[in-house]
């Protein structure tokens, strides 16, 4: 039997808990049995991990050698350790699939420090049989962090999506779509020239930037993000620098695959990344997109690139993105290898 753990969330216009759901939707589509643990929009925290603990105590009923439970991560850390520990006593399999990690943005875990959260994490993520990991980037870090659990890429996240493409305009517009606040988006507040127009989709817009140069187009729930997009290209940035993404947002784009990337992609949209992100090499290899070093670089690279070539390689990863291939072809390989040991 196959087991696919997962948390409710609460319905929200931010891409939050998208990427958690489509996991879901997609080991479900591989016979993996969705099994809650808690409704985290409803009751306390404490309430939710005593339901959590309840829920794990019937799952340890159920549980088989050779089953094999998929975890997403972030979870409670105290029901990530208590689900491993009766994994392991049952002698099934466990899969984790990392979504964020909090030492890697430079956000400790409350009450603790840098380095405590640093070793509680690799840890975890140490403790399962399977990780999945963002790509070959965070793959190498977790490594020279010491974890010795094999690891496989997803190489980007998917979007599962049936609707309608984003509308392309003929101008040279730049989509932001996401958390507009100063401390994430800060390159959105500073003066700069350029003669692109960004279009800026999301929350927490601190002051009105509606001049020529950008245009605030509103917040929609992630599926109904797509259809009302409008744009040529789609903007993976985040800091307060023009020249380089920064802080502790920028510098995590050195190893996570952010999800508004598959957003675009999933929208048929061509994508700007910085050029020092992990997901850089994904998009320039498959040739939806490119990377620049510096947000002044953009005019001219809109001008020079081949936007029609663009639009026609989209349309494979496209495809895959909406029909979850990425981490449909990482789970059969796990299960593939677990097999054959």
């Known amino acids: 039997m196959k087991y696919s753990l997962f948390v409710s969330f609460k319905r929200e216009n931010n891409a939050g808990t998208k990427a958690v759901s489509d996991a879901l939707r ?7 049995m969705a099994y809650s643990l808690y409704d985290e929009s409803v009751g306390s925290k404490i309430f939710n991990i005593f339901k959590g603990w309840l829920s794990l105590r019937l799952l ?11 975890i997403q991560y972030p979870t409670n850390r105290f029901l990530i350790q208590y689900a491993l520990r009766i994994i392991k006593k049952k002698k099934a399999t466990s899969i984790v699939l990392i979504h964020d990690i909090n030492f890697l943005r430079n956000a400790p ?51 599962l999506y049936s609707g309608s493409n984003a509308t392309i305009d003929n101008n040279n517009s730049v989509i932001v779509a996401g958390n507009l606040f100063k401390k994430k988006a800060g390159y959105l507040y500073s003066q700069f020239s350029h003669d692109f127009i960004f279009n800026l989709y999301g929350s927490n817009l601190e002051f009105d930037l509606c001049d020529k140069h950008a245009k605030y187009c509103g917040s929609f729930k992630p599926d109904e993000m797509i259809e009302n997009l409008k744009g040529r290209f789609g903007l993976v940035w985040d800091g307060d620098e023009i020249d380089g993404c920064s802080g502790d947002y920028g510098n995590y784009l050195r190893f996570n695959n952010p999800h508004k990337t598959s957003l675009y992609l999933a929208a048929g949209l061509p994508v700007i990344v ?11 290899k498959n040739g939806v997109g490119f990377g620049v070093n510096s947000l002044n670089e953009v005019d001219e690279v809109i001008k020079k690139c081949d ?24 789970l059969k390989k796990i299960e593939e290898q677990n097999e054959a040991q």
């Open 274 to 284: 910085w050029k020092e992100s992990a997901l850089c090499e994904f998009v320039e």
């Open 26 to 32: 997609i080991s479900e589509k591989l016979g993996y």
């Open 109 to 159: 875990l409350k009450f603790k420090s840098l380095q405590a959260t640093e070793r509680i994490e690799l840890s975890l993520i140490d403790a399962f049989d399977y990780v999945i990991s963002h790509n070959t980037k965070m793959t190498r870090k977790l490594m020279e962090c010491g974890v010795e659990t094999r690891i496989f890429n997803l190489e980007i996240f998917d979007y």
């Open 307 to 330: 936007y029609d070539s663009m639009l026609n390689n989209i349309t494979r990863i496209k495809r895959n993105l909406r029909d979850g291939f990425y981490l449909t072809e990482v």
């Open 60 to 70: 340890k009923k159920k549980l088989k050698p050779n089953d094999i439970v998929f």
